[in-house]
């Protein structure tokens, strides 16, 4: 499992896809994110803005990834 690292709380779904190297651009993003072909945390998600927080795994295309962020885990 890849893991992606960013600089705030969070990341939209469609730039974590970019960031991790899953898509090439927005635009693929936003077609695979609306066709239900993207997890998040094992769930189908249709949002291209979903909000990905410190420990939440996305997948797409047989790829999985985890979003790490600088203040640590989240809280519940």
Known sequence: MNTITIRDDFI???QALKLAGMEESGVE???DIEDGKVSVNGEVETRRGRKLRDG???SFDGQECRVSAP???RES
């Open 29 to 31: 993003a936003k077609y």
């Open 12 to 14: 939209k779904l469609g």
């Open 71 to 73: 203040n640590g885990p």
């Open 56 to 58: 939440d795994v996305f």
